[in-house]
């Protein structure tokens, strides 16, 4: 009795069902007969209850569609973007608008419910289109651009060297993967993307490890970049750049101690003709004067901004007097000068840390390689505020000039502070946060003036400091 009382029941219940998704599948079959279902877009032009006439009116200026948005590619940070219609991209928009009519018409009954379901609701369903054949585009230009890009992403496989002798690392070669960029898989993605909302692609690149590692060659616990400091010194003088090559050149190899407290100024060692280094201007007092070493601050900064991202605990450190150029943004710069400022950091990881120095061109590198500790580093700021403006500036008078002429020697900086946030996380969880703060006073610019009466100033006119940049403070004088 019970069985029969729950078939009389069920019986109903399924034609009831049924009748329901009949009703879903067939009324907007009916309400929207010849007419594309509600909400069927194709990347941000509406096609929904349009006839195929009026869609493919709609879709004939789809190249010049103002929301036709770029593919943006991407691999291992790096970003290309490019519009699809760089590449002479054309459609077929009658075969399109039928494609979009067919949408809630297609497949088997599951689809066709399934798409008929999204259209009652009012859902948005983005017109997928996978037929090579509804658009075209210069496949051969596309490949070129490639090319260019895999310029920038290929690089040969390569394996770590690492050998000691008395103590300091005398050969070394960091691993690299090898990389190359699969041009062919990369065209047919993106011919997959052109009329899709996924407007992202990251690149297919074939990857190949090195075949001997760091860890490989040695037992210190060498086996990663702990981090990379770098700055760049465009405009330097030729004394300039020479002492920062012999500086750099003092710390390439050296090795840390775990536990052991670095200090720059110790290996710096003396700073006169006789370890390499050449005269560089400098001001001092009223008086514009050569000096050995000009330009070690560029080193120590460097250093300074590698300590940060490794994560290393700063011992000491000390900001420059006022801003540089060549050491921007301001508050990520160290000064060193004998026997005092110096710069000290100490290795609190469980292996030894090998210091490499390197020049590319324009811009001078720190990195420390050492035991993976499994931290990461992010650093947030600078944040300038208090921002002064230039003192009146100094004028020094010289029989070198003629009379009445004035040449500037030294440019004129603002005063400012800076807040420098460092966040030390371990495994996710942040663990500690550093706050370096930097006070910069403001500088005057200086000029030599000729004047009859003056002592003769022997000096080189050509090599003087570079201006500082443009700032924009925020607009509160708190972080």
Not at 2 to 30: E, F, T
Request: aromatic fraction near 10%; hydrophobic fraction near 35%.
């Amino acid at each position: 009795m019970r069985l029969l009382r729950w078939r009389s029941l069920l019986i109903p219940a399924a034609l009831g069902l049924l009748l329901a998704i009949s009703s879903v599948y067939w009324i907007p079959q009916v309400i929207f007969a010849n007419r594309i279902l509600p909400g069927v877009t194709l990347l941000d032009i509406e096609l929904g209850s349009q006839f195929p006439a009026g869609a493919e009116t709609l879709l004939a200026g789809l190249t010049e569609h103002a929301n036709l948005k770029p593919i943006q590619l991407s691999f291992n940070g790096g970003l290309w973007q490019f519009s699809p219609t760089d590449f002479k991209l054309q459609v077929e928009p009658g075969r399109l608008a039928e494609a979009a009519l067919a949408v809630g018409r297609r497949g088997y009954f599951t689809q066709r419910l399934i798409e008929s379901w999204t259209a009652w609701l009012g859902i948005r369903q983005s017109l997928v289109v996978e037929d090579g054949s509804l658009y075209d585009f210069d496949r051969p230009a596309l490949t070129k651009q490639l090319g260019l890009i895999a310029e920038s992403i290929d690089q040969p496989q390569r394996n770590a060297k690492l050998v000691i002798k008395n103590g300091r690392v005398t050969e070394f070669v960091a691993p690299q993967n090898g990389y190359q960029l699969d041009i062919s898989q990369a065209v047919d993605l993106i011919a997959g993307s052109i009329l899709s909302d996924n407007r992202q692609i990251e690149l297919p690149v074939t990857v190949t490890p090195p075949a001997v590692t760091l860890a490989d060659t040695n037992t210190l616990g060498i086996n990663i970049l702990l981090g990379r400091g770098e700055s760049n010194f465009s405009g330097s003088p030729k004394n300039r750049r020479h002492n920062i090559g012999v500086g750099a050149g003092k710390f390439d190899g050296l090795l840390v101690k775990p536990g052991e407290t670095f200090s720059l100024l110790k290996y710096l060692g003396i700073v006169d003709q006789t370890t390499g280094f050449l005269p560089e201007l400098v001001i001092k007092g009223d008086e514009t004067v050569p000096e050995f070493g000009g330009g070690l601050c560029q080193v120590s900064t460097t250093a300074f901004r590698g300590i940060l991202r490794s994560g290393f605990p700063v011992v000491e450190r000390r900001n420059h007097s006022y801003r540089v150029v060549y050491y921007e943004p301001a508050g990520t710069d160290a000064t060193i000068y004998q026997p005092a400022p110096d710069l000290k950091f100490t290795n609190d990881t469980s292996g030894y840390v090998l210091i490499d120095t390197y020049v590319t061109g324009n811009q001078l590198y720190f990195d420390f390689y050492g035991t993976d500790t499994g931290r990461t580093v992010a650093l947030e700021g600078p944040y300038i505020f208090n921002i002064t403006d230039y003192p009146d500036p100094i004028y020094i008078d010289t029989s070198t000039l003629p009379v009445g002429e004035t040449k500037k020697i030294d440019t004129a900086h603002r005063g400012a502070d800076t807040t420098l946030y460092r966040k030390i996380y371990q495994q996710g969880k942040l663990v500690k946060t550093d706050v370096f703060k930097s006070h910069y006073v403001p500088w005057p610019a200086k000029y030599l003036r000729g004047a009859e009466d003056a002592a003769k100033l022997e000096t080189d006119l050509t090599n003087v400091s570079p201006p500082v940049p443009s700032e924009n403070p925020p607009s509160s004088s708190t972080p």
